[in-house]
């Protein structure tokens, strides 16, 4: 079974501080992605990565960076974390040739105060 | 415009009621045609792909997708307590590095009550 895991299922966080998430799979997947859930908003892409020290913009970058310096994790980054990135944050994973199944994690629940 | 667009419900139906969830979209690049099931507090999982138009059928479920009016649909039939949950559809492109960009809807949560 694919397992994606994620660091933490909830987290507070003060704003301005730099936020760390990590997102591990164990399936030797290249392709990982970020995003983010919010009601009425449904799930949009942060960032995605096709192999190890790739990154690509997704749909809503701003305000966020990623590394992916192993394939198996990949690390989305808040700078300066501030109120509207409080969010559901999920991890994702797939290969290239069946990249519309993607596993997902549990997901992360951040506020940010 | 959204690209996907997705009546978010709530859907409340009796246990063995026919569902039917329906998304349409505007972006005529998108290839895959993916339902996506998330339950409570965990992670959306596939359900269900097609690549053209048709239906698809497993179990209980069948995915249709009808290209010419940008348009898909999810039935369940005989629907049971375990299907409440939120569905996702979702739609890819291929990205040209390889890999698929997937575009989600909103979701609609359904339940299924006894």
């Known amino acids: 079974d694919v397992k994606v895991t994620q660091s933490s299922r909830y987290l507070v966080k003060r704003t301005g501080e730099k936020v760390f998430l990590e997102c591990v799979q164990d399936m030797d997947h290249e392709n990982m992605f970020w995003y983010r859930q919010d009601p009425g908003l449904g799930l949009r892409l942060i960032y995605f990565?096709?192999?190890?020290?790739?990154?690509e913009k997704g749909d809503i970058p701003e305000g966020y960076s990623v590394s992916r310096e192993k394939k198996e994790r990949f690390s989305l980054i808040l700078e300066s974390a501030s109120t509207n990135q409080t969010s559901m944050y999920l991890c994702?994973?797939?290969?290239?040739?069946?990249?519309?199944?993607?596993?997902f994690g549990p997901g992360t629940r951040l506020t940010v105060t | 415009q959204k690209e996907v667009e997705q009546d978010p419900g709530p859907l409340s139906v009796p246990e063995g009621a026919i569902v039917s969830l329906n998304c349409t979209y505007s972006?005529?690049?998108?290839?895959?045609f993916m339902w996506y099931r998330q339950y409570s507090r965990k992670g959306p999982e596939l359900l269900m792909y097609t690549y053209s138009s048709g239906n698809k059928e497993d179990g209980r479920f069948t995915a249709q997708v009808d290209k010419s009016s940008k348009y898909i649909s999810l039935f369940i039939r005989d629907s049971q307590p375990s299907d409440s949950a939120t569905y996702l559809c979702a739609m890819s492109h291929i990205l040209t590095g390889g890999g698929n960009k997937l575009t989600f809807g909103t979701g609609t949560q359904l339940k299924v009550e006894l």
């Open positions: 990565s096709y192999d190890v020290k790739m990154k």
């Open positions: 994702a994973s797939s290969l290239p040739l069946t990249g519309y199944e993607q596993y």
């Open positions: 972006n005529s690049a998108f290839q895959y």
